[in-house]
């Protein structure tokens, strides 16, 4: 509990120092110095500060939404209960999330809204599959049914992990599958999703960012317990592979994605569990 | 806040109809050599977004709508600077019949940055002065704008 407690208060400077750690490490990938590693923080606050347009109360209620759910799900998982409500959760913020994109007549925003429901249609199946698979192996939708597993569910579900790892970029909003918000091509999109919101609800919106970024890579380090270490250590390796790919691709169409996401996703995923099947284990 | 408004300036570059002169040289402060985002500038295109509105060019007929537009989307505290001869004055243009003369016959500009073409240690340097009357500015926190 106590444990939970502070995990939850450490996760929006886990995830602010996250996205610092990047942003430095684009830069110094393009020859640039970059900015300071706690440049995250200067720019959230200077959102709360900034006067917001609003176009309704709801759209300012829906982008606290987006943020409560985020942290629901993540408070949650460090309570280390129902999988499957998680995932809710974390739709659920997306959702809002959407709903406010269609709050204002700006065809940027409902362009960005719409391909953030292409973009959850991508990765939702995959959270859905893995929450399942969990409960084939353990028996229970329960986190807590992982850590009493006594080994580490990464030798019965690779396939399950490598999923996750394909739909990583999308939640994480990066190139090639940074569709909806698009954060190097303001040209196209000018800003996607975000585009209405400024201010404090974009500020709101960029914390429950940093929760969503923390809670997936707390996923990923599940299936490496009892060895929460190495969990750890391997999620921050594949978060600083993730920034390489995002430097290293364009961004490409949503069709793409799509069809990506799914076959690789749900073959890996798929072909776990025939596995284990055939194998006798589930 | 005061620090954070300084440390995180983002930027919205507005070419009125200049000769890309200018602009060519804003694009050169992103590059390795200059590197603005080393002091948290970052360029957006979304006013909504931005703190700074970078102009150049001088102020004509036919985008004087489209440039107060943009100024009155900007969310406050916000600054404008005119980057570029013709932005301060009109420059070379002044007398055309169709333009106005520089961006202040439009909007209030706070910091004119003069050169043909404006060199980038003068941007960064304009942007800089900028940032000063920036933390300086107050803010009415919410504004309603016209929704469905």
Wanted: with cysteine; hydrophobic share 55%; proline share 6%.
């Amino acid at each position: 509990m106590a444990l939970a407690a502070v995990l939850t208060v450490l996760a929006p400077f886990i995830g602010g120092l996250l996205s610092g750690v990047d942003r430095k490490l684009t830069a110094r990938m393009q020859n640039r110095i970059g900015p300071p590693i706690i440049q995250p923080f200067y720019d959230l606050i200077k959102l709360w500060g900034k006067q917001s347009f609003i176009t309704s109360s709801f759209q300012a209620i829906l982008a606290f939404g987006y943020m409560a759910f985020a942290v629901v799900a993540f408070i949650l998982l460090v309570l280390l209960q129902d999988l499957l409500v998680i995932v809710f959760m974390v739709s659920m913020a997306d959702v809002c999330l959407i709903l406010g994109s269609f709050n204002a007549k700006s065809p940027y925003s409902y362009l960005g809204g719409r391909r953030e429901l292409l973009q959850m249609l991508s990765y939702e199946p995959i959270f859905i599959l893995t929450a399942v698979s969990i409960f084939m192996v353990t028996g229970s939708f329960l986190v807590e049914s992982i850590l009493k597993l006594g080994f580490p569910l990464i030798f019965l579900l690779p396939g399950a992990f490598a999923a996750l790892l394909v739909v990583f970029p999308v939640e994480a909003r990066k190139s090639p599958f940074d569709i909806s918000a698009s954060h190097h091509a303001h040209q196209e999109l000018v800003r996607g999703v975000f585009t209405e919101f400024s201010g404090f609800t974009l500020a709101l919106i960029e914390f429950g960012h940093w929760f969503k970024l923390v809670l997936f890579l707390t996923l990923l380090t599940l299936f490496w317990t009892p060895h929460l270490w190495l969990g750890v250590i391997l999620a921050f390796i594949f978060y600083f592979i993730t920034i390489i790919v995002d430097n290293v691709f364009p961004r490409l169409t949503w069709p793409f994605m799509l069809k990506f996401v799914w076959t690789v996703g749900l073959i890996l995923i798929l072909g776990n569990l025939i596995a284990l099947a055939i194998l006798g284990v589930i | 806040m005061a620090k954070s408004r300084f440390k995180s300036p983002w930027i919205l570059h507005f070419n009125c109809g200049s000769c890309n002169g200018c602009d060519i040289e804003i694009l050169a402060c992103l590059t390795p050599r200059f590197d603005v985002e080393r002091f948290g500038m970052l360029h957006m295109g979304n006013p909504k977004h931005a703190d700074i509105l970078l102009v150049t060019g001088p102020a004509n007929r036919r985008n004087a709508r489209v440039l107060r537009n943009l100024y009155e989307q900007t969310p406050d505290p916000k600054v404008v600077v005119a980057v570029g001869t013709c932005a301060c004055t009109g420059g070379m243009f002044h007398n055309c019949p169709n333009v106005l003369g520089g961006v202040d016959k439009v909007i209030p500009v706070d910091v004119y940055v003069p050169g043909c073409a404006a060199r980038p240690e003068a941007i960064i340097d304009g942007v800089v002065l900028a940032l000063k009357k920036l933390a300086e500015k107050k803010v009415e926190p919410v504004k309603a704008v016209g929704g469905r």
